[in-house]
């Protein structure tokens, strides 16, 4: 059974910090590749930034410089770091594993953890 457990999420004002964390268990975490997004009230669920299994990180334009996506395949985590945060990062984070294999893609979703950026 795959399990995700998200945390770091939480109320900030604009201009900190938060540091979200996914732990997986039930996969072999260091084959997948394993991203982070986002969704707004009323919005889609976006791609925040994504990690390869071999470590290639990938951000969207609107998080460039102010977001770190980085894994421990130890602890297999996955973590978001996010600074200088803006009223418009505000939305439900969700975790993903993603791998693709001969049968198709599996992939995996966490429950979500809430950011607010609010004065």
């Known amino acids: 059974q795959v399990q995700f457990v998200e945390s770091g999420g939480g109320l900030v004002q604009p201009g900190g910090s938060l540091r979200l964390s996914c732990a997986a268990s039930?996969?072999?975490?260091?084959?997948?590749?394993m991203g982070w997004y986002r969704q707004a009230p009323g919005k889609e669920r976006k791609l925040v930034a994504r990690?390869?299994?071999?470590?290639?990180?990938e951000y969207v334009d609107s998080v460039k410089g102010r977001f770190t996506i980085s894994r421990d395949n130890a602890k297999n985590t996955v973590y978001l770091q996010m600074i200088n945060l803006k009223p418009e990062d505000t939305a439900v984070y969700f975790c993903?594993?993603?791998?693709?294999?001969?049968?198709?893609?599996?992939?995996?979703w966490g429950q979500g953890t809430q950011v607010t950026v609010s004065s």
């Open positions: 039930g996969i072999i975490f260091s084959l997948y590749g």
């Open positions: 990690i390869s299994s071999d470590g290639t990180t």
């Open positions: 993903n594993a993603r791998r693709f294999s001969v049968r198709g893609i599996d992939d995996y």
